[in-house]
C-alpha cells in the first residue's frame, strides 16, 4: 500500500485502532490531520509546574478554557523499550538517562539545595548566642516558646547557653536536627523546665542512639509534658489538643494560668501520627469541643479502648462532620459500618457518605499520598530510573494475523504527557495510539493521544485515571498502590486472614474408584489413525503404524495443544471412545495459576511450595505479604510468571512493589516469592528437566524417558539490582546451548 494521503484511508486502515483507543468519532478527522503533519501543539495550551516539593510536575490549562471533547492532542514516546533492555539503553543511548531522570523528577539530589542556596545560608546563618539573644530580645526577656534548631548545638553547647536562667518559663522547647549525644546532658538541661508543655529533640544522634532511655528519664522528670518528639505523652491534655487545634502556637503559646475554655472554638483538630493510646481524656469532649466539624485520626493506634467505646464517645460531639481515620483500623475495618455508626458525618476520609454507601467500598481514601521514589546522592542516574519509571510507564503488546507479541512494548512518555498526574474523576483521557503512515505494521509509529473529557477551565490541573477501566471487580484500589501509599494495615490482615485460611487446610483422600487401563492395538490390515494440529507431530509421526486424518471424528489417537472440554467434545464430534493426550482437568497442573491454587486447596501453604498469589485474584494479599517483609527485615524478590507460558517468555524478577503490580498490565500472572538462595553448579543456576509420560492415574502408571536435559544459565549467579535484567544470570533456558544426556 501507498503512503496514507486521505481522511478516507487512514479510517479504512487504522479504524479498529481508532475504535480501542476510544476517542470520540467527532474528533477522528483532526487526529488525521495532525498525525499528517506532526502537529505537536499541546505547548500553546499546557504549561508543565513542579509541585510544591519539587518530587512531582503537574499539567495546567493555559488556555482560556478547553470543551469536552473538544480538540486532542499528540503526546511523543520519549523512550520505547522491552523490559529486559531497559538498564542496557540507559547505559548506552547518549542522554537517555538524563533525559528520563528529569521527566521522572529524580535529577537532583534529596534533602539538598543547590551551591547558590547553599552559600546564602552560610552567609545568613547566625551562631546559636546570636540567635538566643534574639528571641530573648522579641519575647521582652519573657521567653515561652524556643526554637534553636540545625544549630550544629552540641552536648557542651548545650550546657553553657544555661537556658534554664535566660528562660525559666518555657513552655516549648525545640532542639531538633542538633548533634546532642550525651543521655545525661540532655536530661539535666531539658528537666529544669517544670511548666515544660512540648520538647523536640528530633534528628539528633541522643534520640537515635538511646531514644528509649531518654524517653523514659524526661517524662518522669516532667509530669506536665504534652508533646515529645511530635508525639502526645499519656498526659496529653488541653495544651496539646489547642497546639493541634490552631490555638497554640509561637506567637501565642499559653500561660500557666491559661482559662479552660480555650478549646471552644476550635473546629478543626488534626490529631494524625501523634501516637495516641487512649482518646478519653478530660480535655477531649463534646464540651471543651463543641464546634468541633472537622477531626484527623490518622496514624494512631487507639488500642487502649474498645470499638464500640470510641464510635460512642464520637457520636457524642454534636458538629463532627468531617473524619479521618485509618480503614482497617481503630474504629474498624468497614467504611460503611463506621458511617452506620456515626450518622451524622457527611465526609469519611475525604469521600462523601453517598458515595461510600453507594459504593459499598470497605476501604475509602481521596486524599491518599503519592509513592515517592528515594534515593541516595551517590546513586547513579540510571539505578534512580530504575526505580521510578515504574511510577511512569505505560505498554502495549505489538499483533499482526498471525501472532501477538510474547513479551510487551513499555513506554514512557514525553514531559508533557508524563506531568499528568491521576484523579478518580479525570478531566483528561490518554490511549495509545499506532500510525501505520504506510500502511503496514511495519511503518508503525506510536504515539498517545490526549483529549478533554469535561469541561476543563484556565489554570486547571489536567488529571487522567492511571486505571481507566478497570473497577474493584478488577481490585482498583488495590492496583493503585502502585503510586501511592495505601492504608497497609488493610493489606497486612488480608494477608493474615489468607495466611491463616492455608495453615487450616488438610489434604483429605478422595476415594477413587479404580480405572482400568485400557490398551489401543492396531490391526494387521491398518493403521492407527492421528489427528493432529501440531505440525512437529505430523512432520515426524512417520511410522508404519500410524497415518495422520484432518478429521478428529476419524481418529482413534488425537494429540492436540487445544484444550479438549465439554464444548470442543460436542463441537467436534470427539467421543470418550477416542485416545486424547490430556487428562480431564489437566489445567489444574499445567497452568501455574491452577497448579498453586490446586496444592493450596490440598496442602495449605507446604514448606516446599513459595509462597505465591494469583495477581488476578490475590493482589491484596501479596502486597501484605510484601508490607510484612519490609517491615521485618526480610529479602523481598518476587518472581512474576504468566500463567501459561513456557520458556520463561514474560518473566520478570523483582522487589518493586510499584513494578509488580504494573506488571499485571502486560497480563495475567502469578506472583512467587523468589529463592534468593538456590544450588548452584559452580556459581550458576541450573535445572534437570525430564521427560515424564502419565498413562493413568489410577492405578498410576507413568513412563520415564531415558534422556534428560541440564540446563545452565551463562553467567555466574547474582542478587545485584543490575543483575535482575540479565536473562543469563536468572534463568537457564538457553535455545542455543542446551545441554542433553543419556542416562
Known amino acids: 500500500m501507498t503512503r496514507i494521503e486521505t481522511y478516507e484511508d487512514f479510517v479504512k486502515v487504522h479504524g479498529l485502532l481508532l475504535a480501542a483507543s476510544g476517542l470520540p468519532q467527532s474528533l477522528h478527522r483532526q487526529l488525521f490531520q495532525k498525525l499528517l503533519s506532526e502537529s505537536f501543539d499541546g505547548g500553546s495550551h499546557f504549561q508543565i509546574e513542579p509541585t510544591e516539593d519539587g518530587r512531582q510536575r503537574r ?12 480538540d486532542v492532542f499528540l503526546i511523543d514516546h520519549a523512550w520505547t523499550f522491552r523490559l529486559s533492555d531497559a538498564y542496557k539503553q540507559l547505559m548506552e543511548v547518549p542522554g537517555l538517562a538524563e533525559r528520563m531522570a528529569a521527566i521522572m523528577c529524580v535529577d537532583a539530589d534529596l534533602n539538598s539545595d543547590s551551591e547558590g542556596d547553599r552559600l546564602s545560608e552560610g552567609n545568613a546563618k547566625r551562631s546559636v548566642l546570636e540567635v538566643l539573644e534574639n528571641e530573648i530580645t522579641e519575647a521582652n526577656g519573657n521567653v515561652r516558646w524556643l526554637e ?32 546532642l549525644e550525651n543521655v545525661e546532658v540532655v536530661v539535666q538541661e531539658v528537666t529544669k523546665f517544670k511548666n515544660l508543655r512540648a520538647l523536640w529533640l528530633n534528628n539528633n544522634p541522643v534520640v537515635q542512639n538511646c531514644g528509649d532511655e531518654l524517653a523514659d528519664k524526661v517524662l518522669r522528670e516532667l509530669p506536665n509534658l504534652e508533646i515529645y518528639n511530635s508525639k502526645f505523652t499519656s498526659n496529653y491534655g488541653e495544651w496539646a489538643l489547642g497546639f493541634c487545634g490552631g490555638v497554640y502556637d509561637k506567637e501565642n503559646p499559653g500561660s500557666v494560668d491559661q482559662p479552660d475554655n480555650t478549646l471552644k472554638q476550635v473546629t478543626d483538630l488534626d490529631l494524625s501520627n501523634r501516637f495516641i493510646h487512649n482518646l478519653f481524656n478530660k480535655a477531649f469532649t463534646p464540651l471543651q469541643l463543641p464546634c468541633l466539624s472537622y477531626l484527623n485520626l490518622r496514624g494512631n493506634p487507639l488500642e487502649e479502648t474498645a470499638v464500640g467505646d470510641l464510635l460512642q464517645l464520637l457520636r457524642n460531639f454534636p458538629s463532627l462532620q468531617s473524619l479521618e481515620v485509618d480503614i482497617p483500623g481503630p474504629l474498624g475495618e468497614s467504611a460503611v459500618q463506621i458511617l452506620e455508626s456515626l450518622p451524622n458525618l457527611s465526609v469519611l476520609n475525604g469521600v462523601n457518605a453517598s458515595k461510600i454507601f453507594e ?6 481514601d481521596s486524599v491518599l499520598q503519592p509513592r515517592l521514589p528515594e534515593w541516595t546522592a551517590d546513586e547513579p542516574l540510571t539505578d534512580r530510573v530504575i526505580n521510578a519509571m515504574w511510577l511512569y510507564l505505560m505498554t502495549y503488546r505489538l499483533a ?15 514531559e508533557l504527557g508524563s506531568a499528568l498526574r491521576h484523579s478518580d474523576e479525570p478531566n483528561f483521557r ?3 495510539f499506532l500510525f501505520m503512515p504506510e500502511g503496514t505494521l511495519a511503518s508503525a509509529v506510536s504515539f498517545s493521544i490526549l483529549w478533554p473529557i469535561q469541561n476543563v477551565q484556565k489554570g486547571y490541573e489536567c488529571t487522567r485515571d492511571y486505571l481507566f477501566g478497570i473497577g474493584e471487580d478488577k481490585q482498583r484500589s488495590a492496583r493503585l498502590t502502585a503510586w501511592f501509599n495505601t492504608p497497609e494495615n488493610y493489606f497486612i490482615r488480608e494477608y493474615e486472614k489468607h495466611r491463616r485460611s492455608l495453615k487450616s487446610k488438610n489434604l483429605t483422600s478422595l476415594t477413587l474408584d479404580s480405572c482400568p487401563t485400557r490398551s489401543l492395538h492396531r490391526s494387521e490390515t491398518s493403521a492407527l489413525r492421528v489427528y493432529t494440529d501440531i505440525p512437529q507431530v505430523e512432520e515426524l509421526l512417520t511410522r508404519p503404524e500410524f497415518v495422520i486424518t484432518t478429521d478428529p471424528k ?14 470442543m467434545k460436542k463441537a467436534t464430534g470427539i467421543t470418550d471412545n477416542q ?8 489445567a489444574c497442573i499445567v497452568m501455574k495459576h491452577h497448579l498453586a491454587e490446586t496444592i493450596q486447596k490440598a496442602h495449605g501453604s507446604p514448606e516446599w511450595l513459595q509462597p505465591t498469589y494469583n495477581l488476578e485474584t490475590h493482589l491484596s494479599q501479596l502486597i501484605g505479604d510484601y508490607c510484612v517483609r519490609k517491615r521485618d527485615g526480610l529479602n523481598n524478590l518476587w518472581i512474576l510468571k504468566p500463567w501459561n507460558m513456557a520458556r520463561t517468555i514474560d518473566t520478570t524478577v523483582t522487589g518493586n512493589i510499584s513494578a509488580i503490580i504494573r506488571l499485571m498490565e502486560t497480563g495475567p500472572k502469578i506472583c512467587q516469592k523468589y529463592i534468593e538462595h538456590p544450588a548452584l553448579f559452580q556459581g550458576k543456576k541450573f535445572d534437570i528437566r525430564y521427560i515424564v509420560l502419565v498413562r493413568s492415574m489410577n492405578p498410576l502408571e507413568i513412563f520415564l524417558s531415558d534422556t534428560f536435559w541440564v540446563r545452565l544459565a551463562n553467567n555466574q549467579y547474582s542478587l545485584d539490582q543490575h543483575s535482575l535484567f540479565e536473562y543469563e544470570t536468572h534463568f537457564t533456558v538457553m535455545v542455543c546451548s542446551a545441554h542433553h544426556a543419556v542416562a
Not at 537556658?163 to 532542639?175: I, Q, V, Y
Not at 499482526?400 to 514512557?412: A, F, H, N, R
Not at 481418529?555 to 472440554?565: L, N
Open 59 to 70: 499539567l495546567v490549562l493555559t488556555s482560556d478554557s478547553m470543551p469536552e471533547h473538544s
Open 148 to 179: 534553636l534548631e540545625d544549630l550544629d548545638i552540641d552536648d557542651e553547647t548545650l550546657s553553657c547557653l544555661d537556658l534554664s536562667t535566660k528562660c525559666p518559663g518555657l513552655f516549648a522547647l525545640s532542639l531538633c536536627g542538633n548533634k
Open 359 to 364: 459504593t459499598e467500598k470497605d476501604v475509602v
Open 400 to 414: 499482526d494475523e498471525e501472532k501477538i507479541d510474547e513479551t510487551s512494548v513499555l513506554y514512557v512518555m514525553d
Open 430 to 432: 490518554v490511549a495509545p
Open 554 to 567: 476419524d481418529a482413534e489417537i488425537i494429540w492436540t495443544c487445544t484444550q479438549v472440554d465439554e464444548d
Open 579 to 586: 485416545y486424547i493426550n490430556q487428562f480431564p482437568f489437566e
